[in-house]
């Protein structure tokens, strides 16, 4: 069993996220900066799908495709950063317009199904995302939201342009809807459902995560980071919000 990723459909364009789909195996040439180095990360894994085939078989093969893991253990904060901004409260920017999709899954559903798949000698590539229906961003964040009790106001700022202008390229799970990207949170599970993928409901992925975000495994330092670090889209939140309010005429 191979863990590889959705991003061997980079670029995302198209409307076919299917298993199926052809998945680029060579950077182009012209690729540059963060560009080239999406597509390393996404060669990297369709190469790495063909290897095992390779050296073990297509009948002895499993390839697994997952969306933005999320859940206790995180190493990134991406997820947890929806926590942290939620429980903050205040203005909090939802980007993008309010019919986009966003896509992730639980460490513990992705884990225990790949365990499934072993132990039924299962063989072949699946896409592993999540939820198992469409979730908007603004599902996504009134979900998170029911764990908590805080005051919030939702701003909703649907300008592609002005989004661009302002650097917000993505604060996963949602990405923005550049041609390269449109597709980041598209791709199909209907195989990895078929096969027995299942999914916990956001309420609990967020408990689970609150639970370990709190523990002592977690520092205070990166706590604190997640809120106001050099890197943390909280330090400009307001800002751009200020921005947004004079565009908007608001």
């Given at each position: 069993?191979?863990?590889?990723s959705?991003?061997?459909?980079?670029p995302?364009?198209?409307?076919?996220?299917?298993?199926?789909?052809?998945?680029?195996?060579?950077?182009?040439?012209?690729?540059?900066?963060d560009?080239r180095?999406?597509?390393?990360?996404?060669?990297?894994?369709?190469?790495s799908?063909?290897?095992?085939?390779?050296?073990?078989g297509?009948?002895?093969?499993?390839?697994?495709?997952p969306?933005l893991?999320v859940g206790?253990?995180?190493r990134?904060?991406?997820?947890?950063?929806?926590?942290?901004?939620?429980?903050?409260?205040g203005?909090?920017?939802?980007?993008?317009?309010?019919d986009?999709?966003?896509?992730?899954?639980?460490?513990?559903d992705?884990?225990?199904?790949?365990?499934?798949?072993l132990?039924?000698?299962?063989?072949?590539?699946?896409?592993?995302?999540?939820?198992?229906?469409?979730?908007?961003?603004?599902?996504?964040?009134h979900?998170?939201?029911?764990?908590?009790?805080?005051?919030?106001?939702?701003?909703?700022?649907?300008?592609?342009d002005?989004?661009?202008?302002?650097?917000?390229?993505g604060i996963?799970?949602?990405?923005?809807?550049?041609?390269?990207?449109?597709?980041?949170?598209?791709?199909?599970?209907?195989?990895?459902?078929?096969?027995?993928?299942?999914?916990?409901?956001?309420?609990?992925?967020?408990?689970?995560?609150?639970?370990?975000w709190?523990?002592?495994?977690?520092t205070?330092?990166?706590?604190?980071n997640?809120?106001?670090?050099?890197?943390?889209f909280?330090?400009?939140e307001?800002?751009?919000?200020?921005?947004?309010?004079?565009?908007?005429?608001?």
């Open positions: 069993m191979y863990t590889s959705i991003s061997v459909y980079y995302y364009t198209g409307d076919d996220f299917s298993e199926d789909r052809p998945v680029v195996t060579e950077i182009p040439a012209e690729a540059a900066g560009e180095y999406t597509y390393e990360y996404g060669v990297m894994k369709a190469t799908e063909i290897a095992a085939i390779d050296a073990f297509a009948d002895r093969v499993m390839n697994v495709r969306a893991i206790p253990g995180d990134t904060d991406r997820f947890p950063y929806w926590l942290a901004r939620i429980e903050k409260g203005d909090i920017i939802i980007p993008g317009r309010r986009e999709v966003v896509q992730y899954i639980d460490v513990r992705l884990a225990q199904w790949m365990l499934r798949l132990e039924n000698k299962a063989a072949g590539t699946y896409n592993a995302s999540g939820p198992g229906f469409p979730m908007t961003t603004n599902a996504f964040v979900g998170i939201h029911a764990s908590y009790n805080s005051a919030v106001n939702y701003v909703q700022i649907d300008d592609l002005f989004l661009k202008n302002n650097d917000i390229i996963q799970p949602w990405v923005i809807q550049l041609p390269e990207y449109a597709g980041m949170s598209m791709s199909d599970n209907r195989k990895a459902i078929a096969a027995g993928l299942t999914f916990s409901p956001l309420s609990e992925t967020v408990m689970a995560t609150k639970e370990w709190y523990s002592d495994v977690v205070p330092e990166r706590r604190q997640i809120l106001s670090g050099e890197r943390s909280m330090r400009r307001q800002e751009i919000l200020e921005k947004w309010k004079a565009v908007a005429g608001r």
